[in-house]
């Protein structure tokens, strides 16, 4: 007799894909920047030949006084504070407003997948202003949330009237300011109008140090007292030329920021990062600086850009320039530009298949990238 124990089961494979929410197996990626050693591996050049201009980074790096911060640090074998005590205080004095309405995070990103969490019940309806940065979306999928697009404008500017008439269906609105890939900012009345419609407004200002005069814009950090909701997120990454550690911020209503620091990983902001933000903000002058030389540069390239007859720049107050190619493929100018170690960004959407979004870089980048362009015109027959 043939025992049922000794019949060797066929053991079924685990399926790993019937695992996974079937949404995340379609979810395309997000598309995100290359290192520059990785960039120049794949050239076969040094890392000093590569001109990275497609990530918005700050081409003067860190504050002297956050690197020396960050080599003095003794405590990297303690776990950070979850509290985020030091930094909370910092940005509190810096920004005039509450240690309770501030909570910290691996960047801007960070804050902007927490808010989704907090508030996104599978199939809330999530505005979202293309072109505009790819975090929106991409985060609100993957919180389970539906992507609502209201385009922007011909101009770029904000389609303040279809936002109002979507805000029924949606709960949360993300408005970049200045936005990215198109460089402008959104008007005070603007935003009034957008808070009027009672959705959760979140303002992110990642480029907004080099917005406006001399870098000293309205931020809407001073409104978020008065408007229960609005929140405006902050980066380290752009101004305090600390993109590789992952440092931002969020000021809001206490209420969601005390939900926010509820369930967020306990020690997402490292030991690096709380020292080096601390120290920045104490280096704040210098940064300005640099901000403002980063603004002026972009002026004086926007000029040469628009002087090449195939380019025209869009008006940026961030640190990049939008440039719209006629006549000529714009996939085929950053491959070009690329083969001469110079790095610039190209968005595969409809509206702005045509056009490249360039960082700027430092004063002597600018005469490099005319020439390697100018030269890729002539090749290119124009
Ligand atoms: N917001 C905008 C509009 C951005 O362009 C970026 C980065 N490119 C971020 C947020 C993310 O910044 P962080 O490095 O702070 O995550």
Redesign the pocket.
């Known amino acids: 007799m043939v025992r049922r124990s000794d019949v060797p089961m066929k053991k079924q494979p685990f399926d790993m894909r019937a695992l996974i929410r079937p949404d995340l197996l379609e979810l395309p990626g997000y598309v995100s920047i290359v290192p520059t050693d990785v960039l120049a591996e794949r050239l076969g050049i040094a890392e000093s030949q590569v001109l990275k201009l497609d990530?918005?980074e700050n081409p003067f790096g860190p504050s002297p006084r956050a690197l020396a911060a960050i080599a003095d640090e003794r405590s990297y074998h303690i776990y950070p504070d979850p509290d985020q005590r030091r930094v909370r205080e910092a940005l509190a004095g810096h920004l005039d407003t509450d240690i309770e309405r501030i909570v910290c995070g691996l960047?801007?990103?960070?804050l902007i997948d927490l808010i989704l969490r907090a508030v996104i019940l599978h199939g809330d309806g999530v505005i979202n202003c293309s072109p505009t940065?790819g975090?929106y979306p991409f985060s609100t999928e993957i919180a389970g949330g539906r992507v609502i697009d209201v385009p922007r404008l011909e101009s770029f500017g904000l389609d303040v009237e279809a936002i109002e008439k979507a805000a029924s269906n949606a709960k949360l609105i993300f408005v970049?300011s200045p936005?990215?890939p198109t460089g402008q900012r959104m008007s005070p009345d603007e935003l009034e109008r957008l808070l009027d419609t009672g959705l959760l407004v979140v303002v992110?200002e990642?480029?907004i140090e080099f917005a406006g005069v001399h870098g000293s814009p309205a931020s809407a950090v001073s409104l978020v007292r008065e408007r229960e909701n609005l929140v405006v997120?902050r980066?380290?990454?752009k101004w305090a030329g600390l993109?590789g550690l992952?440092?931002?911020y969020g000021v809001m209503s206490p209420v969601l920021a005390s939900v926010l620091m509820t369930i967020k990983q306990p020690y997402n902001l490292n030991v690096a990062a709380g020292t080096a933000m601390v120290a920045a903000l104490e280096d704040r002058a210098l940064l300005d600086e640099r901000a403002c030389i980063i603004t002026g540069t972009r002026e004086r390239l926007a000029v040469l850009l628009d002087e090449i007859p195939w380019i025209a720049t869009y008006p940026s107050e961030a640190n990049f320039l939008l440039c719209r190619l006629d006549g000529i493929d714009a996939v085929e100018v950053k491959d070009r530009l690329a083969k001469r170690g110079i790095f610039v960004r190209h968005f595969d959407s409809a509206r702005l298949r045509n056009h490249l979004r360039i960082s700027v870089g430092l004063e002597e980048h600018n005469a490099p990238v005319i020439a390697a362009l100018k030269e890729i015109g002539a090749e290119l027959g124009r």
């Open positions: 990530g918005n960047g801007s990103d960070d940065f975090m970049a936005n990215n992110d990642a480029y997120l980066t380290f990454s993109a992952r440092a931002g």
